[in-house]
């Protein structure tokens, strides 16, 4: 009898780590299909300029000049680095990164200052985005202090998008520059 008690209970304890083993398995496919951040326009608008990693776009600004832009990963993938040559005789750069589910850019200026700014608006693809001020580094007469203050991107399609900066000074808005940017020749063929 006492036999048979051991192995009803030895079969109860494989039965029960069986069972363990299919649920572990189970939370670890659920898991592995979810992805790794809510599915919301915000993320959807960061994955697509994460694709952009590689990519050198040409320019055309409505002021007449020209500017090369450079996209990188950086920092495990989670900020999205724009560099700009050639548009002031300087370069700039512009961070793209999340911070929990708002998206961000940071935008290191010729004007010598770091604008900070929130996406306050996105569609629901994440194709079109409007960025605006909230707050920055070396703006020593506050917001008045010249600096870009607006910033609307819009993807047109894998090789085209353009972007519009709103420059604000004195308490008013003051310019919107408008740029289309088309991926060169090199770079649109070496990305299909």
Known sequence: ????????????????????????????????TQPAHPDTPAWRAFERFKKLDGLRWEGKSTKGWTEQLTYSLIAGDSVVMEQSAMAHDTAMVTMYSMDGDELYLTHYC??????????TQISDDGSELLFTFVDGLNLEDGRDTPHMDKAKVKFDGADSMHQQWTFYANGKERWMEEIRYNRTAAAASAAR
Do not use: F, G
């Open 1 to 32: 009898m006492s036999r048979i008690i051991a192995s009803l209970c030895v079969v109860s304890l494989l039965a029960s780590l069986a069972l363990a083993a299919d649920e572990k398995r189970a939370a670890a496919t659920q898991a592995a």
């Open 110 to 119: 010729a004007a010598k200052n770091v604008p900070r700014m929130k996406a």
